[in-house]
Each structure stands twice: as C-alpha cells, then as structure tokens.
C-alpha cells in the first residue's frame, strides 16, 4: 500500500456568478469522483468548497502511486490455443492481443476444473500519483458546464470558464500538481480576501487548505451561511421575536457576494413605510439584496439586514452608503408612488389608447373593452349576483392602468399589485380592488389563483382573450416558440375554470372571438374558434394525464368535444372509476359499440320499425330507450358515474344481439331496420364518451 | 465641502491621470451624441482586431427619454461615463480597478466593494459580455465587461471595458444627495461652481426639446438619410465616416423614442436597421483597417 496525502485542486477566478457557482461545485465532486476512480488512486473522502473566487476540491488521503497489479487473465484451453505444430492458433493470437501481451508470453497451465488453459499474465506497474492528479486536474477545469448561463474568455486565451480564472493552487501533499489551463499554471499558494489579506498565501499542505483560508479572511460557503445565519438570529433576539425575510434565492446570492460575511443592520426612513410595501421589498431584496425586518406582530419595519464583505470597522461606512441607495431607490419609488396617486385610475385605463398589445390586436384599451365584456361573460355563466357582476366589469375596466402608472414602469414586477393598491386609494369596492391585484394569478404552474370571483372572472377575460386574439391572427405557439405565453395562459384558464363548473369554456371562446370581431379584426370565427377549443382539449389531457387518468380515457371524453375543465376531468374520473369496477363489462361494452358504429350507416337515421323485429331486437329497443331517459337524467344532473352505469346496462342486450341477431340479412328491409336500431344504440353514447376508445389497444 | 474631497473635475482629472499611468491613451469624447461611452470608436471599433489597445475618455451621453426637466435628483437626459478599455484584459485589471477608486478617495479597504453579476448585451451594437456591476457600499458605481462580441463578430484578444457612472460617484464621494448639488469646480474666490450652474438650464431645456419639441418628420428623414450615408460611406471604403452615420442614427431613433412617435414594432425595426449598419462598419473596419494593422505587423516581422 503506498503512502496517503491530502489533494488539492482550488480554481481560483475572478468573482462568479452565484447560481453557475452553486452548479459548478456540485459537479466539481461528482467529475472528480469518477475521475480519480479512472485513476486507479486509492483514496479517501471527497468534499469540495466554494467562494465567489475560487472552486476546489479535497480527497483525503490520497494514494501517492497507484497499487502494482497482477493481472492473471484465462484464455481458450490449451489443446484450441495451440495447433498441431505447437503453434498459436487464430484463437491464441487474438487472446494475446486482446490482453496486451505477445502470443510467446502466454502460459500454459492447468486450472482448478483440471484442463488446461493458456494464461496472459501481466504486471501493470505502480503509477506516480502525479502525471495521473495533472492530467485529472486539467481535464476537470475543461469540462465543468455553465447551464443556462455561458462561458467566457480573456486576454488572448481561447479557453473558457465562466469568468477568467487567475490562480490555480493543485497539492499533493505538500507538492504542486502541475495544471495548466489557458494562461495560469498551478502553484502552491492561494488569495486570500482582497481587503483583508490581499496577495499571496502559502499553502503548505492540502491538508492545512480550509486553516490558510481562514486565517486570510476567507471562509467555505457552509461557513458563510452560517455566520449569516446566527447573526440574522442574533438580530431577531435582540428585536423580542422579530423575523428577517431570507428568500432562498436571495440567501443564496448574498452568500455567494462575499468570502467574509458580517450581517449589519441600517435603517430607511419613517416616511417610506407609506409606499407600498410591496415595493419597498422588491426594491430591498431583488435590487440591493437586502433582507427585510418585521415586527413580531407581522408589520414591516424600518429596519433592514445587509450582509457586507468589507472589513471589521468600516461597519459604520458600509451601513451608511447602504442607508443612502435605498434613500434614493424608496425616494423615486415615493415620488412616483404620489405622483401616480394624484391620477385617477380611469384616466391611466385611456391612456391605454397608445399602449400596444399587440400590433396586429390593437391597443391595449381595445384589450380592456373585450376584457369588460368577457369577464361580465365569466361572472353571468358563473351564476353570480348583480353586484358581483358589476364588481367583475368594473375591476376588468381597471385591471391594465396601472401599467402606465411611473411606479410599474419602474418596478415592473409590481404590475397589478400598484393597480390595486390605486383602486383601493380611489374607493373602489374591496372585491374590485383584490380582483385587480390578482389578476395575473396563476403566473406559473402551481401559483395560487385569484381568490374570488371577481378575480376569477378578470383573470380568465385576461387570458383567455389573448390566447383567442393569437389565434385568431394566426400566431399560435409551435414546439419552440410561444411569444405571448399562449400555453401558460391556457392552463391558467383550465385551473380557474376546474373551479368553475359552471362556466362555459366554449361559449367564453365565442364571446372573446365575437369581440374582436366588433372591433374590426378579420377571421373565420367558426375556423379559429375551433382550433382554440383543440388547443384547450390539448392542454386538458396532458393535464389529465398528469393526474394519473389513462389515455384511452382521455380520448374517449376528448372524442366528444368537451372542454369544460371540471367537466372533462370528472367524466374521466368517473368512467375511469366505471371500468376500473368492472373491466370486463366496459371492455365488451366497448366491442360492441365499435361494432355498432362501424355497421351503422348514418345516412338511415335512428327511426326503426318495432313490428319487423325479433325478440332480442326489442328488447334491446327497450333497453336503449330506458337508457336514453337514464344517461339524459344523469347527465343533466352531472352524475357521470350515473351515465356510465346507465350505459352499463346496454352491455346485455347488445351482446344478446349481436349472438342471436344476424344484422346483414337478406330482407333489406329487414337489414336497414337492424341498422337504424344499431344507430340508434351508438347515439346514446355521442353525449357521454366515445366509448370505442376503451377497446382501441 | 472637506477640503481633500475632489470636486467634479477633480476626480475625471484623477481617473485621467491614474490611467494614463497605466498605459492607456487619454482621449477625448467623441464628437457627436452617443447613448454610452461604448458607442465612441475607440472602445467599438478599437475592440476589434488583433491590436492591443488601453485608452481611457469620459463621455457625455444623451439618453433623451430620460430627462426629467431638471426635477429628479439622480436622473437626466445626458450625463458623464468614464470609460477605461484595456485590450487584452491584463490578468490583474481588477486590481488596477480597485486603485482607481483609491486614486479618487475611495479606498476599497474602508468600503464593501463587491463585484456584482451583470452581464451586458447591446443589441443595436450587436455585441455582447460578461461581468459585473460593482456596488461601493451598496451602490452600483461601475459596469465592468468582459467583450465577447462586438458587431456580431467574436473578439480576440478580449478586452475588458470598464465604465464610471461619474455623477454618482461623485454624489458620493461629496455626500449630497442631488446632482445638481454636486460642486463642479470653484472660482478662483472659492465659491463653488455646482452641477446645476453648469447643467441644470441644459436639461431643463433638452427635457421639452426631447418630449415636446423635437421635429418628428424630421428625424425620420434623418435617420433615412444618415442610413443611406452610412450605406454609400461603406461602397468607397471608409468605415470611420460610415460609422459615425450610425451614430447619428441612433441618436434620430432615441429622439424619436422620446417623442413617442415609435410603435412597438416600428421599435424592433428601427434597431435592426441600427445594428444592421452597425454590424456592416464593425466588419467593413475589422477587413479594411484593424486585420490590415494585423498584416503589417506581419511584414515587419
């Protein structure tokens, strides 16, 4: 066994970026992992560590050579390897080739089963750990990736890292690795933090890496979050159960912005607290990363976290320069806010007149008219009061003029929550006010819907509209390009309507469309309106399958057209329910209606002549016309498990028919009857499922 | 005032003179309205090519639909960059960075100096880079920007642009919280020639000229005629000339912009056509004058 010594390999670069930062060091384990067992290096554990400068990695005890093998490999028998003469055959040659060594070097021997064999041994020599670690090393810095970010390069040098790499510290032990990568060649020192240990640092043994960091101010990002940690609880202690707000996201970077954090705490003025908070705190986190301080009691303070990289002593410098950007960020952020109050929120829906929606769809005004008409349309399919149909046109009519207003110009994320908070200013109905913040809801898969009707209401006139108006211009996404955010629109909608049963999916398509065409847009109603519905049904059965429901059943509801969200997914529930009672019964079911719809001929209609029938046609007659008063009621009550179990009862009949009843027969008369009942059998099915699909494997 | 606290034009003379130290040429603005320090050729054009290159300018840029008729203290339609361009990136230009700011009374021991992801992209330059903003105790004081591509074309050697936001330094460094509070210089009885003495009537004025007056038709045909120039600069060979069209393009299309009189599609028109030209002098410069450098070097040698 050779003698052990800690490895190093620290990249050390100029600042990087936190999220490439965060995934580079997860590969950095995983490529040297799988590196050093190609190696052959016996080795101990592994861990990498990460500040904004520098990436590396340490194992343990690593072997300073690998171990000398003896490989002993068994070749074809002896009396095959060899022929007559005592020469190779093709067979031994081609062993010896396959193991490396000359055909004359091959052994003969017998084996513990008593043949003999011919044997390739081999003596792989002890490797230095050295040229192995080098070439690891190298190999490594090339191949780290930089997803959903790139690389760069610098200086004259046309390899890449995500920002220019300057120092490389690569141990063994107390020996360099020699690495190479674009400009820079390893060495044995690293940097400390470029304030309070500038330079150089000798680093006399891997071993001793995380104590040399340390001691120049430079601590592992495990370390940092720590330090955050425990001051951000030290804060919250001496503030009697105050909470700082430390967004994942956030934390993250702010670990990743410094190598020797101290958590200070400024303070932003009284005044301020007057701006919504909203934009306080998305001008304090995502701009400046600031956490924000709350009260016990829930309420926002004055009072923020920053976490500073500078040194000891310059506590009082950094607080105040901090204290004065956000002076200046909440001052704008007031100024506009008052100035935006000063205007009524009517006034910003006219000016809409010269805001693009979209250029082919007009302005975004036209938007808010359709909108008006289309929420007012949601909240009458939904059943609502008078009032609430009002509230629902009236926050539709506000929803947009908050983009014209200067705070969302400048805080754009702020879109609807400004909104609300000037309707609010303005009087407006708290449902009106609420509806209006709300109205982007759902902005991502998962995302909470607006919370009420009025909401609702505004919401899917804002979606649903735009997705009508893309296709009606014929821009509907592709695989790779969805510019409005079409599909994310529409499972918006699906996700409101499923609480919606009420609403309409296909009579909304046909309010939204009929607007546009009021306000002058040209298109095949009947044509677009068509593929809008496809689109939905689209999304509502991946959405379908998402939750678990098989895909024949999916087709099966999607075969007669529905769209309605609620609808779709509980008749699919339903007649998943149904077969999965009894599969053989819809299986059969399923047989017999194919068969009934691939002999029925349309053109004869369903009006059959009780008097030129047998006995299993008439009861089957029976049947279908009980059926048909059953599957009706049930439908018209929204039993879907009702209708299926109504349609389960046709399975009987239909199958005595089919044994005792020759449908093709000679009488044509008789023929076309049995095929008209036939017909009549199928359309029962039309409203509820396309109950062939069952049987389609 | 603290007496050791530079005024406005102390500090440009300071990051003037400290990196002139450093080997970069000292130039002047450059002669016609630019959005950014970038736009001027000696960080574009300059960019390209095998040359190695260090210069250093402040820029007045106009941005016209930032104006404010003088009425916001941290913002206006035209205001001063300090550009620095080290072409290769030199392995130690944060260091030099990081003097600099000492140079204007900013020591980075005494402060939180944190280099900030921002990477850059110019669309109407067709250019791109990595890099950071720098925050000097929270606040954004410098864009510093590794070049990838400038023109559409990849750069090689890289160099790093390194750009001063001046006003907001120097707001700083003085400690007032408006611009037009900041002291510019002093008369010779050391009263203090402020920011707004020098600049205030300037935006007030420039603000309407943006928003209320600037002639729409005629920028229009400005922008036509200066792209038909730029065009016919290109067919007899002068890059310089034709790029200096684009600029004035640029310029027509942000008073347009200000004026309101750009729909959002017209937008994305009138961009393409900037950063159509503007890609055609990058490459017409790179062929006709910075490779032609390259070849000469090659005869001497």
Redesign the interface.
Known sequence: MAETRDFLLEIGT??M??APLMNAQKQLGTIIERGMAETGLAHGAIRTLST?RRLAVIVEACATATDEVHDVKRGPAAQIAFDADGAPTKAALGFARKCGVDAAALVRRVDTDGREYVFAEKTIPSAPALPLLSALSERTIASLEWPNY?S???????AGF???I?WICALLGSEVVPVSYA?VTSGSTTRGH??LAPGDHAVPEASCYERVLEDAFVLGEKRRAEVIRAGIAAIEQERGGAHVDTPKRIFDEVVN??EWPSVLVGTFDEQFLAVPHEIICESMLSN?R?FPVYAADGSLTREFV?V????PG?EA??V???E?????RL??AK?FYDEDLRVPLDEYVERLS?V?FQ?KLGTMRAKVSRMETLAGAVAELAGTDAETHREAVRAAHLAKGDLVSQAVVEFTNQQGVMGGYYAAAAGEPAAVCQAIREHYRPRFAGDELPEGIVGKAVAIADKLDTICGIFAIDEAPTGSSDPYAVRRATIGVISMLKELPSVSLAALIDTALASYADQGLAFDSADVAGKVRAFFAGRLAAIAKDEGIAADIIDAISAIGIIDPAEFLARARALADARANSPELFEDLSTAYTRAAHLGDASLGTDCDASLMTEPETALLAAIEHGRGAVADRLEAKDFAGAFTALAELREPIDRFFVEVLVMDEDTRVKENRLRLLNRFSGIFADVADIGCLSKK | MNADVLTFQDMILALERYWAAQGCTVMQPYDSEVGAGTFHTATTLRSLGPAAWRTCYPQPCRRPADGRYGENPNRMQHYYQFQVILKPCPPDSQDLYLGSLAAIGLDPAKHDVRFVEDDWESPTLGAWGLGWEVWLDGMEVTQYTYFQQVGGIEVDPVPVEITYGLERIAMYIQGVDSVYDLIWSYLPDGTPMTYGDVFLENEREFSAYNFEVADVEMMRAKFDDYEAECHRCLDAKLPLPAYDCVMKCSHAFNLLDSRGAISATERANYILRVRTVAKACCEAYLELVAARSESKEGEVA
Do not use: K, M
């Open positions: 100029e600042e970026p936190s904004p790139r760069q390069r610098w200086g004259s040098e046309h995500v920002r220019p300057r400009d470029r304030v912005l410094c400046q600031y920053v500073s990289n500078a040194a310059t410098t950094v105040d320069g901090n004065r950007v956000v002076r200046a001052y704008d100024f010269v693009t250029e």
